[in-house]
């Protein structure tokens, strides 16, 4: 008896599943079940999907010519295809666009778009209802009528537009057009590219950071990249030249970091504001996108923080922080909504092997931009009471956690813009000191609340050309108290000079064996293998003193 039960329900199964698998089949070659039910289905996109794409001009001299196409209808991108830049015209891309039940037997999807000057389908076999159809700016598009078009992997789900000739897609599931469109532009100007979607959206992947089985883990901080739409323009390089041509301040900041990362494989990378040069940036997303694709494909976690150039001219804050969540390998975040700024956060790295017990805290901060207040406290902003409130109160709640990690946990701290604390001139440091310490002038009280919750190491941006790290210590009893370095300027299209500045990038190589901590630095041009300035900062947990003085 319970043999024929069980033969019975293994025949049900089998039924089952193949009655499954020819619904299946049907469906996706000739969608014979109701939306209401087709929407369950493996294949269905949840997501919109484009039906048509086309491109408006506009000039300020036709009074006649628009940008603007039925709201009800059509999606604009809201990018201005000559950045603005153009003394009379503007350019927009403009998509249609319908979620998979709403598709009716008129609809078209659009599988395919390219750029060209000529008719993709010369020459090719197609049906009737698959030709190629043009548009402007050398725009065409594929479209198929096909019930089960929807259901393709070749849908195109999204557009976007980059910009200029080194743009690069950092998303996964898009793929940048290489040509790009076909604008009647100024060369100055950088180019356009449509970049695509194809099937639904995909989830970033979110590495966890954890320390290596060696109980080793490699921080490589990244300072002022100051990236552009375009290739960018070198400002003060050593030497003023790039691969014996005219020097381009990005190619050749992404050389410098590509061949670092490589060299270096850090376990972290923390890109430590200005990323973006705003004032040359007007498509911040296309900078962005270059570093993150760099980390990327190496499969390297980071984190961000912004500086007073990354949203100057550009992309406010909230805007950029909402790209740079969705990236891969992104552990970035905006923080709470309730304290000033955007990107006030911690990430826990684990220690070795499966442990759960966090070995290292990295607390970053947002340290804004200009001052609020010029005319008492000229110059820049500071890091205000709300949030060193919230860094005391979250310090303080996972003291008791970190306890449970059975060796020495460490918690470090990474600013855009130095701390008041970085210009005592008494204070012993290690590495140059080229240029004044552009600290704000107000003190908010920020170093304190570091050395109260037991931070051992902060570092910084900002001031590109100073490179040290400097010893904070009591000052009744002179004992060490918090390691305070900067990061130094590792990108072309901020200003180096101050008596020859090279370009530079500062790597923090922790031992978690021995709770020690170790800094150096590399250099883009001359002695571009060693270790520049490596010190021991931490030992033991414990804030070593400095070694030499370059007081």
């Not at 078009?149 to 690069?168: E, I, Y």
Request: contains cysteine; negative net charge.
């Amino acid at each position: 008896m319970t043999r024929r039960i069980v033969r019975t329900i293994s025949q049900l199964t089998a039924a089952a599943l193949i009655a499954f698998l020819v619904i299946f089949l049907l469906d996706r070659n000739f969608r014979v079940l109701p939306n209401a039910v087709h929407e369950y289905m493996p294949q269905h996109h949840h997501g919109l999907l484009i039906t048509d794409l086309t491109i408006t001009t506009c000039s300020t001299v036709n009074i006649f010519s628009s940008c603007k196409l039925d709201a009800e209808v059509w999606h604009r991108v809201e990018k201005d295809l000559y950045l603005g830049k153009s003394w009379v015209s503007s350019a927009y891309v403009h998509v249609r666009r319908k979620k998979e039940e709403e598709l009716t037997a008129s609809d078209k999807v659009v599988m395919d778009v390219t750029i060209s000057r000529l008719d993709p389908t010369t020459g090719a076999k197609g049906q009737a209802d698959q030709k190629w159809e043009s548009r402007p700016a050398g725009l065409w598009i594929l479209r198929s009528a096909k019930p089960h078009a929807s259901d393709s992997k070749k849908a195109v789900t999204a557009v976007d537009v980059l910009f200029g000739d080194d743009a690069v897609e950092a998303r996964d599931g898009w793929q940048l057009l290489g040509t790009p469109l076909l604008l009647d532009s100024d060369p100055e100007i950088p180019v356009a590219h449509l970049t695509v979607r194809r099937g639904s959206q995909v989830d970033p992947i979110k590495p966890q950071p954890r320390v290596k089985d060696n109980g080793k883990f490699k921080i490589m901080q990244l300072a002022d990249l100051h990236l552009s739409t375009g290739v960018g323009h070198c400002r003060d390089a050593i030497p003023d030249e790039y691969e014996g041509g005219a020097c381009m301040a990005d190619p050749r900041t992404l050389d410098f970091v590509s061949k670092l990362l490589d060299d270096e494989k850090p376990d972290l990378v923390v890109l430590s504001g200005d990323q973006v040069n705003g004032d040359s940036a007007p498509d911040a997303q296309s900078a962005i996108f270059k570093y993150a694709q760099l980390l990327i494909k190496r499969k390297i976690p980071y984190v961000s923080i912004f500086g007073n150039h990354d949203d100057e001219k550009a992309l406010p804050r909230f805007a950029q922080m909402a790209l740079i969540e969705q990236l891969p390998y992104s552990l970035s975040v905006a923080g709470p909504d309730d304290i000033d700024g955007v990107g006030n956060y911690y990430i826990e790295v684990l220690a070795q092997g499966n442990s759960q017990h966090s070995a290292l805290t990295l607390y970053l901060l947002d340290s804004h931009a200009y001052s609020p207040d010029e005319r008492q406290y000229s110059g820049y902003d500071w890091i205000k009471k709300n949030q060193i409130d919230w860094f005391k109160q979250t310090s303080s709640s996972l003291k008791k956690k970190h306890k449970e990690y059975t060796h020495i946990h460490m918690d470090l701290a990474f600013i855009h813009i130095p701390l008041p604390e970085y210009r005592e001139t008494k204070s012993t440091y290690i590495g140059p000191w080229k240029e004044g310490v552009t600290a704000p002038k107000f003190n908010s009280g920020f170093h304190d609340a570091l050395v109260e919750q037991g931070v051992v190491m902060v570092s910084c941006g900002h001031d590109h050309v100073n490179e040290y790290c400097m010893l904070s210590t009591d000052q009744e009893n002179q004992r060490p108290q918090l390691w305070m370095c900067y990061g130094g300027g590792a990108g072309f299209g901020g200003y180096g000079g101050y008596g020859g500045f090279v370009r530079k990038v500062r790597i923090f190589d922790i031992d978690m064996n021995e709770a020690r901590i170790s800094t150096y630095k590399r250099l883009e041009h001359g002695d571009t293998k060693s270790h520049i300035d490596p010190q021991i900062i931490v030992d033991g947990g414990k804030i070593l003193p400095a070694m030499v003085d370059h007081a």
